[in-house]
């Protein structure tokens, strides 16, 4: 028997239409509900996995049909089509035939037993007897369908109202007008009654525009003191016309008083009205300092450069993709808007209120699918250019704020792009623009490509909304020494541009306008930090060893050709992992052996002599690099990446290794391969580096050999294989960041599971220590290259494990070797083993608390007596 699903915004509605179908369907109809959101699903919306589940609930072979309401049902079933089995997805229907009609017809042919397609048509005919009847007993002009213009969200100018037309002219008195929300609050409002509404400012040329419409609503060019008239025909019309004239004469509820700003009142200000002074966000601290200066949003470089004009054959296959995107953007925003509210209050969230209703516009998706299935533009091309056009109407407008709602509408616009697979952000610049001064950079999350296309003088602090202490962005800031703090929360995306920000990189705070006494707190703080790290640069260049004489290597991790100064100045005795990708990022085409020589050549020469350990090419997973496009990936952490892609295309990786052994001549290169885990791969790829070896020789090209070869550790087979891979390889590099992701089964850039990414865990400690002993027995040596590597709480634990390296960014070398030459091993390696027997990662930390000194910015790295 065929099954049915009913996908209805209204839990109430498809609870009430299952009740119906019950009493005229044959017993053992089989009909799921998929409707609401929410906890309890008595929100309106539609949840495409709800959708899906429900279809596999009375799936068989006969197949399913799928009856929907309207809008983002619609988007809603077409992405849980794609998110069913293969061998599903044939065998079932989405079905445009009307929700309730369709749902009586379709269950009383799936009870006789009909096949799928037959219940479908059956469906789709439901509504003919109604029309035919009504068709042939009432007026020509009373119809009621789907097709009465009052039905319409949209309407030619020239279309005649109905004589009963109901009017109001209304003087808007809020400031700014319709702007975003107002205009969300009055298409919201419409949408409720059963009428057309159009609307238009009076004194201005233009016909009316559709009151349903946001885009079109806010385009207008309505402000403060405006007169508009509403127009109103339809079955609902009066009383569409009175909740809107209650909605604007009572300032669409915004806060009063509140006087218009001049024209050129900063955007800080407007903020600053609904807001205390001295507004405090909690985040997590990244990178140490303090920065205090003008917000400013950073994106990355605009989709419109990138996007091809590539044309499409099969558009309605474009559309759905573009659908699915649409879809998966709202619900994103809707839960952005529930963090919101949380953390702000309702006032603030209402601005994604006004993004999700532009994602649900009438006009700008008719705009899209006609550039798909008219002109057959590719999704992200039709995407694009709709957005743009409605991004350039709001740029028009005279009114300044206005102006800047097409911030809005391309913040929603790149989010759909990055679901399509475009690399942007939401705000309003790019990662290559000029800086306007130094300011406080703040954006969703940050790319490593961003970072390094930073003016560093005029960065003063980094916050990302989202993101984690572990993401390669957050590593990149704490290279760079730039104050951060990552997941201070959507709320700060409502937070106007040019707002005065302090941010504190040590306890993970975020002011907003802070108070005078904030100021000169904060200022004395960054006074005291900046003595402290000139101090501490001044003893680091001398070799690190401990109290009683223990010997540890403090190496830098190197991201391209820029940070080796900083390294070279922090007191770095080696490169511990030079990064290779970093260097080419920006790249449309892989570089030549040549041009990899080069650069890797001069690190050498600027280290004097010094290690340099060059990771090969590690993409993948967070990371991915221009000219290497790598396939979708389920699960791109656990797919072909790093050694793995390498070993996968030997020609790639045979350049690399080349060119890492040419500019080894004469230097203390050294080479380290990334994320192995078996003993294959160690196999393969030490007969591709002979391999490397043999063709210079031959070719009588000076590089050197033998050159020592490592591993990291970063999987916890790598490390519970330890003493079988350290027969093959000169030294461990234990990459904790991976490693304690694989191990703790957490992505360490989801913010919503940072208390699984500390390196610290006992666990994590286990398997270092299994690995340090592994090296040791067989005469190696092992490091640590992770983030943990420059946690002051952490350093004297990884000592006690009998650690001979540390590698870590440049801007934390001063401090890790102050906590060195403090300790005295035997104390050390007494909290080690006590470390070991924990429970958690934060007993292991409240012991190496108790081991240090109070950590406060001016005495970190001084420790209390054992």
Request: proline letters at 6%; hydrophobic letters at 45%; a negative charge.
């Amino acid at each position: 028997m065929v099954g049915l699903v009913i996908a209805s915004h209204s839990r109430a509605l498809a609870e009430a239409i299952v009740d119906l179908v019950r009493q005229i369907a044959p017993v053992g109809t089989g009909i799921a509900i998929a409707a609401g959101v929410g906890e309890d699903r008595r929100e309106f919306g539609t949840d495409a996995l709800e959708i899906c589940d429900a279809i596999q609930s009375v799936y068989s072979s006969d197949g399913v049909v799928v009856l929907m309401d309207l809008g983002s049902a619609v988007l809603s079933a077409d992405m849980a089509l794609e998110l069913l089995p293969v061998h599903m997805r044939t065998n079932v229907r989405l079905c445009a035939g009307p929700l309730i009609e369709g749902a009586i017809a379709a269950a009383v042919q799936a009870g006789l037993g009909k096949a799928m397609d037959t219940v479908c048509d059956e469906a789709q005919e439901a509504l003919k007897p109604k029309t035919q009847h009504l068709s042939a007993s009432a007026p020509a002009d009373a119809g009621h369908d789907a097709d009465a213009p009052w039905a319409q969200d949209t309407a030619p100018a020239d279309l005649p109202l109905d004589p009963s037309v109901h009017r109001a002219i209304i003087t808007l008195i809020n400031p700014h007008g319709l702007h975003a929300r107002p205009a969300a609050h009055f298409v919201q409002t419409a949408a409720n009654f059963d009428a057309r509404v159009t609307v238009r400012k009076l004194g201005s040329p233009g016909d009316p525009v559709s009151g349903k419409s946001l885009n079109k609503l806010a385009t207008l060019g309505a402000t403060e003191r405006d007169q508009i008239e509403i127009l109103a025909e339809g079955p609902q019309a009066a009383q569409a016309v009175d909740a809107l004239r209650h909605l604007v004469e009572s300032g669409f509820g915004e806060r009063e008083p509140q006087p218009a700003a001049p024209v050129d009142q900063p955007p800080a200000r407007l903020w600053a009205d609904s807001h205390s002074q001295g507004t405090r966000i909690a985040a997590t601290p990244v990178s140490e300092g303090i920065g205090i200066g003008p917000l400013y949003f950073l994106r990355a470089q605009t989709a419109a450069a990138n996007i091809s004009d590539d044309t499409i054959i099969d558009t309605g296959a474009e559309w759905q993709r573009l659908s699915r995107a649409i879809d998966a953007t709202r619900r994103a925003i809707q839960q952005r808007r529930q963090q919101v509210e949380i953390n702000l209050g309702a006032a603030q969230a209402a601005i994604f209120d006004a993004h999700a209703l532009i994602l649900q516009d009438e006009a700008l998706l008719d705009r899209a699918r006609q550039l798909v299935e008219g002109d057959h533009h590719n999704a992200m091309k039709a995407w694009h250019l709709a957005t743009d056009e409605i991004a350039g109407a709001y740029r028009r407008l005279p009114d300044g704020y206005m102006q800047q709602r097409a911030h809005d509408v391309m913040d929603v616009a790149g989010q759909v792009l990055d679901t399509l697979g475009q690399e942007t952000t939401q705000a309003s610049h790019a990662a290559g623009d000029r800086l306007p001064g130094p300011v406080i950079l703040v954006g969703r999350d940050f790319t490593p490509t961003q970072i390094a296309q930073l003016e560093l003088d005029k960065v003063l602090g980094i916050i990302t909304t989202a993101g984690s202490a572990n993401s390669h962005a957050a590593i990149l800031t704490r290279a760079l020494g730039i104050p951060g703090v990552a997941g201070a929360g959507a709320g700060v995306e409502a937070i106007p541009e040019g707002t005065l920000l302090a941010v504190d990189g040590f306890d993970g705070c975020v002011w907003v306008s802070p108070t005078s006494q904030t100021l000169q707190e904060l200022a004395a703080r960054r006074t005291a930090w900046l003595h402290r790290q000139q101090q501490l640069r001044q003893s680091s260049h001398t070799l690190t060893v401990t109290r009683d004489g223990h010997r540890i290597e403090v190496a830098a991790n190197l991201g391209g050709l820029v940070d080796a100064p900083a390294a070279i100045k922090n007191g770095a005795e080696a490169i511990g992992v030079l990064r290779t990708e970093f260097l080419y990022l920006t790249r449309k085409t892989p570089p030549s052996e040549d041009e990899q020589v080069a650069p890797l050549r001069q690190v050498a020469e600027q280290m004097n002599g010094r290690p340099v350990i060059v990771r090969t090419l590690d993409v993948g997973g967070d990371k991915a690099i221009p000219y290497l496009p790598l396939p979708p990936e389920a699960n791109p952490f656990l797919g072909v990446r790093a050694i793995r892609l390498s070993l996968q295309q030997p020609e790639l990786f045979l350049t690399q290794i080349r060119a890492i052994l040419r500019a080894g001549a004469g230097y203390d290169v050294r080479l380290l391969l990334p994320m192995v885990t078996l003993v294959e791969e160690i196999e393969q790829a030490r007969h591709l580096i002979d391999r490397a070896h043999e063709s210079l020789s031959s070719a009588g090209i000076a590089h050197r050999w033998p050159m020592p070869v490592g591993i990291m550790v970063e999987t916890p087979a790598a490390a519970l294989h330890a003493r079988v891979l350290a027969q093959r390889v000169d030294f461990f590099s234990i990459g904790t960041n991976d490693l304690t992701q694989y191990t703790l089964a957490a992505e360490r850039g989801n913010p919503s599971l940072v208390q699984y990414g500390d390196a610290l865990h006992p666990v994590i400690l286990r398997l270092i220590h299994e690995v340090v002993t592994a090296a040791h027995d067989h005469g190696k040596w092992a490091g640590v290259c992770g983030e943990v590597a420059s946690d002051p709480l952490a350093v004297p634990i990884l000592a006690g494990l009998d650690i001979d390296e540390l590698s870590l960014n440049a801007a934390a070398i001063p401090q890790v070797k102050a906590v060195i030459r403090a300790l005295e091993l035997p104390p050390a390696q007494r909290l080690a083993r006590a470390a070991l027997q924990a429970s958690t990662a934060n007993e292991v930390r409240q012991m190496a608390r108790a081991f240090a000194a109070p950590h406060d910015p001016s005495t970190a790295g001084t420790l209390a007596p054992d």
